[in-house]
């Protein structure tokens, strides 16, 4: 049998990771906008953002996309969406079912795959094992960027934790880290902001609530998705996602009008 594949060595396979990841990060190390958090309201943020041609960056704590959207409820990864957020499913051609009157289901992979698929094809990139550990500040406290740093870093050993960040710059940072409120919450330490945290489960109120807040925060950050509930005070919601994308949608919306 002859051989099927390129005659391709492992030097090649190396230069062409090391040299894609570098062209493309150098690009990205200046921004219109930096996503910190990969799940629905970010990814959909990101998506609408670079839909209109913004230079879009999405920074990812974990190895993986799409946050609690893929998992779905207690691990039983089906994701419920109340109307109207069917029709975000619909414009993304994700399959789904009418549970009852105003309720939807679809299965969580399937509709997270599609997110995802959607966000990069309208040009959003993503640095994923990137963990989010501060802001860029400018004059009067305007958020200006990120600092970031790999993931790994935070499981070594505190005598040698001593690795040093680096800076990636943007007009516009969104926090979208879901309950963990990342950014704002270093904005806290700093005493320029004030969180409230997330209330218990109120699914009726907390979905209107999370996309009527989504908004700019303080100069320079849009908070949105679960980050809102916990910087607003808001009830928390579960597994039920409309509001994570047209809070998204929303944060993309805001962001525009100050590019």
Not at 117 to 139: Q, Y
Request: proline content about 4%; charged content about 25%; hydrophobic content about 45%.
């Amino acid at each position: 049998m002859g051989e099927i594949f390129a005659k391709v060595s492992e030097k090649d396979i190396t230069r062409a990771i090391v040299g894609g990841f570098i062209r493309e990060f150098e690009k990205f190390v200046e921004s219109d906008v930096i996503i910190v958090g990969g799940g629905p309201a970010g990814l959909m943020a990101g998506r609408e953002l670079a839909t209109k041609g913004k230079r879009t960056l999405i920074v990812e704590r974990n190895n993986y996309l799409g946050g609690g959207f893929w998992i779905g409820g207690f691990l039983m990864n089906k994701i419920t969406v109340r109307h109207p957020g069917e029709e975000v499913l619909k414009e993304l051609g994700i399959p789904f079912e009418q549970a009852r009157e105003g309720l939807f289901v679809a299965d969580g992979p399937h509709a997270c795959a599609r997110l995802i698929a959607s966000a990069c094809d309208a040009g959003v990139k993503i640095l994923n094992m990137t963990v989010f550990e501060d802001v860029v500040l400018r004059e009067n406290n305007r958020v200006g960027g990120a600092v970031v740093n790999w993931t790994p870093v935070e499981a070594l050993p505190r005598q040698i934790t001593c690795v040093d960040p680096i800076a990636l710059e943007a007009t516009m940072v969104v926090d979208a880290t879901g309950h963990d409120a990342s950014v704002v919450r270093k904005m806290e330490e700093r005493g320029v902001l004030k969180t409230k945290g997330f209330g218990g489960m109120w699914v009726e109120r907390s979905e209107d609530l999370v996309v009527e807040y989504t908004g700019e925060v303080h100069p320079g950050l849009v908070v949105c998705g679960m980050a809102t509930a916990t910087t607003f005070g808001l009830p928390r919601m579960g597994p039920t996602f409309g509001a994570m994308l047209l809070s998204g949608r929303r944060a993309a919306e805001e962001v525009l009008k100050k590019l």
